[in-house]
């Protein structure tokens, strides 16, 4: 089986940069999970359907990122989302922040990436076990490099 990955694209806009333009640090968090909520969908999964029918919810246990340039302003931004591992109340996650080419639209420079933990927990906060109705279509987009 091979790497499945999902691309998502967005704009930089104002809100997110700091005084200087600069993508301000924390907000690539937020494409992540953009990046993420994005790649369920893709796989069929609706976070807010599945609160509904089993009570889940997926809560971040763990960011670890590194920034290795600096978006700005105005970029066409691509986050890359590889679903590493799910199984008991853990999933796994590797992601990529491209600034894509201003004119051709392909991928130009890294500018983040990052392995984001989450863990499957109850309305209460309690870990509980990804619910099984899950675990097909998200053995089915899971990378084979776990």
């Given amino acids: 089986m091979t790497s499945i990955s999902h691309r ?3 704009r930089v806009y104002y809100e997110d ?3 200087g333009g600069v993508i301000y640090y924390a ?3 937020k494409y992540m999970e953009r990046g993420r909520t994005e790649y369920l969908r893709a796989a069929g999964i609706e976070l807010d359907d599945v609160e509904a029918e089993s009570g889940v919810m997926f809560a971040v246990t763990e960011a670890n990122i590194r920034y290795h340039s ?3 302003f105005n970029d066409l931004i691509e986050v890359d989302s590889v679903l590493t591992d799910a ?4 999933l796994t996650f590797m992601q990529q922040v491209w600034r894509m080419h201003r004119t051709n639209e392909s991928r130009d420079t890294l500018l983040a990436e ?3 933990k989450l863990a499957s927990v ?4 309690a870990p509980k076990r990804i619910p099984s109705m899950l675990l097909p279509a ?3 987009h899971q990378s084979s490099s776990s």
Wanted: aromatic share 8%.
């Fill in 27 to 29: 907000n690539y968090l």
């Fill in 87 to 90: 199984r008991g109340a853990r």
């Fill in 122 to 125: 109850d309305k209460e906060g």
């Fill in 70 to 72: 600096s978006g700005r």
């Fill in 17 to 19: 940069t700091d005084h």
């Fill in 138 to 140: 998200l053995k089915i």
């Fill in 114 to 116: 990052a392995e984001i």
């Fill in 8 to 10: 998502c694209q967005f």
